[in-house]
């Protein structure tokens, strides 16, 4: 009977061998028209596998950790990232790992501490992990499931949520339904007493291991009236271990024990029947989709996270009514109190938090006015929503963490809100202005920064077909929308492979699952996609933001500023480039000897400074005829901290010799005629800009930094002297990935 069943073993890590392998192979070749979408697909098929398999995953385990071991030992560095993340997510999901095993896998995790970043960074997080999981087995799936399904209890009080913002230009309207199902779904059959179950049973069984018999536990768990009592026995059980550190195993396993067979006792089961672990498999966490159409929205979304405010009690008025329909639906609310707003109850301003879209200059202004009174009417001004939120976000924190201070505690950031976008480059410029607009209101008012964890990832989507050759490329009027994700996949070959190589198949499955117009096609592989992405990408890189100043011209001329990520387009419509013939590009023809002599476009004064590790270069200036400009963000190209703009003046005269590329921090355009030209940002042609005279474009700042610099220098005068010369000011995007390589 051994016999048969190593046989039975030694099949599956065959099986599972080969598998991995055709991850690896694929994860080392270049991206071909075939196989663009192969790579990520090997490794959500492989998960699939092994997720509802208790004894899959622990020949996954042995399979993972000999390759992971030769990686090391070999020196192949492409592969330990991939590994490393694969050997995570299937420890979490193993209903039981083995102590000869567990205790392999963590020998093999601290060796990798000696490799360079990012590496050993990522290494000895998920050493750490793995010491907790080794010592008090079922705690990282527990508290996975406790923090994304927000689950009451008294001992491990976080909350992870994902967003899911799509970017309504790049998906069409007919597919959002679509799109829409496949990221929720699901998400209705489960409930608080089904997650409860489902964390009973893997706790139990990875605890008791051998000891367990699954399948009674789990029809005991299904049958159990009182789930909830023995939830919170477990979460305390486990978050009481982890306290100590872990030292008392016996003492756990005891405990677990006694759990076990109260339960199967109550029930009528016999808890001395042969072991039979079942699988549980993680369950996707809790997911919001959002059509991104207003800027702020991203952070009254936060808002709502943070103050725990369900849909179901959101006041639609103030989001989605004008003016007009926001007052009359407070004034039916009479006051019968003295009138003072400070003298209301919290509760009654719950659905007040939110602040309505365009309303953030208004609420600058009034800022001065705590309070303010008037007869019979309970309205909130804009200003007095941010004392109020304040002091809300401050009440929850005394109820939640049990202290009787007036303020939170330093390090309780009990939320962590996961941003996914999906869209194109377009997409992530919008992103990076909600992003500088959100840091900019933290700057004066410090509220969701001491509460929320705020985690960006990026899915890229577009509607263009993917690009698989150079001749494809190269098609005039074909712009590339995806620039910055093919930068992240250049640094991040995982990422390459799991989300660059899918994004191209959310729209193909959507319109597949519109046209067959039924749900019993749709699959969990967006979700599974999403909360993969979610759980292990955890290295954010660095994408610089930068800040342009506009100048328009006029008797009283005025400026706009506004920041870009991607790429910065200047056109002047006055003037079309000259298209060449083979007759005008044959030298010495009358032709050729007519165009090279012509002059078009606009003459532009141009102030730049070029990019360099020292930083020691000076301001430069030249003059030269052109008729357009593209200034877009340069990768680094091995020099990590280089960050810079590659900027390309387009030549009238195709004919002449190109004009060359410059490599800048910072730069000033400014035409010397009396001309205009257009100002588009990072592609996007609702953020266009006409009749601009001049551009000043230089690395954004960080606005708390800014606003911290200001107020000190009104107090004291100071420069920037010691240890704040060598401070990072320079603002940035930060984009989770797998690896963190920075740009």
């Not at 192949?76 to 102590?99: E, G, N």
């Not at 994902?162 to 209705?188: N, S």
């Not at 303010?372 to 002091?391: D, I, Q, S």
């Not at 001749?471 to 093919?486: K, R, S, Y």
Request: net charge negative.
């Amino acid at each position: 009977m051994e016999t048969t069943a190593a046989g039975m073993s030694s099949a599956v890590e065959s099986n599972l061998y080969r598998r991995l392998h055709a991850i690896l192979r694929e994860l080392e070749t270049d991206t071909q028209a075939g196989s663009a979408c192969n790579k990520g697909m090997l490794r959500w098929t492989l998960h699939k596998k092994v997720e509802n398999s208790p004894s899959v995953s622990i020949c996954m385990l042995r399979v993972l950790v000999k390759e992971l071991e030769k990686a090391e030992r070999i020196d192949c560095k492409i592969r330990i990232i991939p590994l490393l993340h694969t050997l995570a997510y299937t420890v979490i999901q193993s209903a039981y790992v083995p102590d000869d095993l567990s205790e392999r896998i963590y020998v093999c995790l601290n060796r990798l501490v000696t490799l360079p970043e990012p590496y050993c960074s990522i290494g000895l997080n998920y050493a750490k992990l793995l010491k907790m999981e080794r010592n008090i087995p079922g705690a990282l799936y527990q508290r996975r499931v406790i923090a994304e399904h927000s689950l009451k209890n008294e001992h491990y009080p976080l909350h992870e949520r994902v967003f899911v913002f799509v970017d309504q230009a790049v998906f069409p309207q007919t597919l959002l339904d679509a799109v829409r199902a496949d990221v929720k779904y699901g998400a209705a059959d489960w409930d608080t007493l089904s997650h409860q179950r489902r964390v009973l049973l893997h706790t139990l069984q990875a605890g008791l291991g051998k000891q367990c018999h699954g399948r009674q536990l789990e029809e005991a768990l299904e049958e159990l009236c009182d789930v909830e009592k023995y939830f919170q026995d477990v979460v305390a059980t486990v978050e009481e271990r982890i306290e100590d550190g872990g030292s008392e195993r016996d003492q756990y396993s005891t405990r677990l024990q006694q759990l076990y067979h109260d339960i199967l006792s109550s029930r009528g089961k016999n808890p001395s029947s042969p072991a039979n672990l079942v699988g549980s498999a993680l369950p996707s966490p809790e997911i919001s989709f959002h059509v991104w159409t207003k800027e702020d929205e991203i952070w009254n979304e936060l808002v709502n996270f943070a103050l725990m405010v369900s849909p179901a009690e959101r006041s639609s008025a103030y989001l989605d009514e004008d003016e007009d329909a926001k007052r009359a639906s407070v004034i039916s609310t009479v006051s019968i109190d003295s009138g003072i707003e400070g003298d209301l109850p919290l509760n009654e301003f719950a659905s007040m938090m939110v602040e309505a879209p365009g309303e953030l200059e208004a609420q600058e202004q009034q800022r001065s006015s705590q309070f303010f009174r008037r007869a019979c009417v309970r309205w909130p001004k804009a200003g007095n929503r941010m004392t109020l939120m304040m002091e809300a976000i401050k009440e929850s924190g005394m109820t939640a963490g049990g202290g009787s201070g007036g303020s939170l505690p330093k390090e309780e950031k009990n939320f962590t809100a996961r941003l996914v976008v999906m869209g194109d480059d377009s997409t992530l410029g919008r992103l990076g202005k909600a992003y500088h607009n959100i840091r900019k209101r933290e700057a004066r008012h410090l509220f969701l920064t001491k509460r929320v964890n705020l985690e960006i990832y990026y899915i890229p989507v577009s509607s263009q077909p993917l690009s698989t050759s150079p001749a494809q490329e190269n098609i005039p009027g074909l712009v590339d929308m995806l620039t910055l994700a093919a930068s992240l996949g250049k640094v991040d070959p995982w990422y390459e492979c799991n989300i660059n190589s899918l994004g191209g198949m959310i729209l193909k499955l959507a319109e597949m699952h519109s046209r067959v117009g039924g749900s019993s096609e749709q699959n969990t592989f967006l979700q599974d996609i999403i909360s993969y992405y979610t759980r292990t990408a955890q290295q954010p890189i660095q994408i610089p933001i930068y800040s342009v100043k506009m100048s328009f011209p006029g008797l009283d001329p005025k400026t706009v500023e506004d920041v870009f990520v991607c790429q910065l387009d200047i056109d002047f419509p006055e003037f079309r480039p000259f298209r060449p013939t083979l007759k005008d590009t044959i030298k010495g023809s009358v032709r050729y000897k007519k165009h090279t002599q012509e002059e078009g476009g606009v003459v532009v004064s141009v102030i730049y400074r070029r990019a360099s590790i020292s930083n020691r270069e000076v301001d430069r200036g030249m003059s030269l005829t052109t008729c357009g400009v593209s200034i877009c963000h340069a990768p680094s190209c091995g020099t990590k901290n280089l960050d810079s703009l590659n900027v390309d003046f387009r030549d009238p005269n195709p004919v002449r010799s190109c004009l060359p590329t410059l490599r800048v921090t910072r730069i000033s355009i400014r035409t010397l005629e009396e001309k205009t030209f257009t100002v588009c940002l990072d592609k996007d042609s609702d953020r266009t800009f006409k009749n601009v005279q001049s551009i000043e474009v230089i690395p954004s700042s960080d606005p708390g930094f800014c606003l911290q610099k200001i107020k000190s220098r009104q107090t004291v005068e100071e420069d920037d002297s010691g240890l704040s010369r060598y401070l990072s000011k320079t603002f940035s995007l930060p984009i989770n990935t797998f690896s963190g390589v920075l740009l």
